[in-house]
């Protein structure tokens, strides 16, 4: 079955850096597209980044954009985000999710994962 | 960007009723336009990609309709599972937006 697991959160000073992880299992990781999704404590839902199955697209939110790195190693089954220059506003659950399409993105999610946390204070 | 205006924000309503939520679009997406469900504590479930395609293991009670800037979903018959918060999300252009959420509440 499809499993997507996150780590890397934790507490983080503003203007320090921070990397999440993302290791997928149980479907062909490089078929699909694969996005970052946030939710702020008590607040709604967020797209933050996606790299394509090939890494030959990514798009940013434009609130991380410039800040945030999306990247993906195919032979790790993983996918990362970096990153920097951190906010309070930044503090979420981080979600990776699976694009729905193989071969290319579209941009809908079909399986996620249950989060990381990151907390800038 | 494109924004997406999603309502109501919360919605009381009982076993059996028939619900609908709606979202509108800033600018024509076509049928680019997902649904989601998520539970206190758990991550979002896809319910409805594409405008009205129902995603496999979905309830047949949930249906989704619209185009262009106007999209509905629906709840034909309330079940005590389906009492959580529910959000839009467009996948037409980057960044791809979400809703503002409806939390689905019991009478």
């Known amino acids: 079955q499809v499993q997507l697991v996150e780590s890397g959160g934790g507490v983080v000073q503003p203007g320090k850096s921070l990397r999440l992880s993302c290791a997928a299992s149980?479907?062909?990781?490089?078929?699909?597209?694969m996005h970052w999704v946030r939710q702020a404590p008590g607040k709604g839902l967020e797209w933050v980044a996606v790299?394509?199955?090939?890494?030959?697209?990514?798009y940013y939110a434009d609130s991380v954009r410039g800040r945030f790195t999306i990247s993906r190693d195919n032979s790790k089954n993983t996918v990362y985000l970096e990153m920097n220059s951190l906010r309070p506003e930044d503090t979420a659950l981080f979600y990776c999710?699976?694009?729905?399409?193989?071969?290319?993105?579209?941009?809908?999610?079909?399986?996620w994962g249950q989060g990381t946390l990151v907390t800038v204070s | 960007d494109i924004q997406i205006t999603q309502s109501p924000s919360s919605l009381s309503a009982s076993v059996g009723d028939r619900v609908t939520i709606t979202c509108r679009a800033s600018?024509?997406?076509?049928?680019?336009l997902s649904w989601y469900q998520q539970k206190a504590g758990k991550a979002p479930n896809l319910l409805i990609f594409?405008?009205?395609s129902l995603q496999s293991g979905v309830p047949s009670r949930f249906s989704g309709s619209g185009s262009g800037t106007d999209f509905t979903l629906t709840i034909s018959s309330l079940q005590p599972e389906d009492f959580a918060a529910y959000y839009c999300?467009?996948?037409?252009?980057?960044?791809?937006?979400f809703g503002q959420g409806t939390s689905l509440e019991i009478k």
């Open positions: 999710a699976r694009d729905i399409c193989t071969g290319g993105c579209c941009y809908s999610f079909d399986y």
């Open positions: 594409a405008a009205t």
């Open positions: 790299v394509w199955y090939d890494r030959s697209r990514e």
């Open positions: 999300q467009q996948s037409y252009s980057s960044p791809y937006t």
């Open positions: 149980g479907f062909t990781f490089s078929s699909y597209g």
């Open positions: 600018q024509s997406i076509n049928r680019n």
